[in-house]
């Protein structure tokens, strides 16, 4: 099996309650707010506060998460490199998608104002 697909199938199987206390760990690091981590998640997949609180109390898997989101129409402006690998050329849609987030949440740490991140 090509190694790029077990990374995907374990991607796939992942909770996002597991990554999210990352995320905030990452971020408040950095001194930025749980506020600004859930604004760029809602813009990124359309959820409301209450339907992130559902998905982080279910433990939904990121297939779950990802494939319920609406995601942004200007998604695809989340470009370069993130985990060694330019975004744009990630082949498995779940794992891009996933990359996204991955991108939005180092651009907040990164300490990016608001408006770029948000690709207004």
């Given amino acids: 099996m090509n190694p790029g697909v ?9 909770s996002f309650a597991s990554v999210y206390p990352l995320y905030l760990t990452k971020i408040e690091k950095k001194g930025r707010t749980k506020a600004e981590l859930d604004k760029v998640i809602r813009w990124l997949t ?14 939904a898997s990121l297939e779950i998460f990802f494939g319920r ?3 942004h129409p200007h998604a695809d402006r989340i470009t370069g490199t993130i985990c060694g690998y330019r975004i744009e050329e990630i082949e498995n849609p779940l794992t891009r998608k996933v990359r996204y987030l991955d991108k939005l949440v180092d651009e907040l740490a990164k300490g990016k104002h608001m408006e770029k991140i948000l690709r207004s």
């Fill in 6 to 14: 077990k990374q995907d199938e374990r991607i796939a199987k992942m």
């Fill in 46 to 59: 359309g959820y409301d506060d209450s339907q992130l609180l559902e998905l982080l109390a279910t433990k």
């Fill in 69 to 71: 989101a609406s995601l």
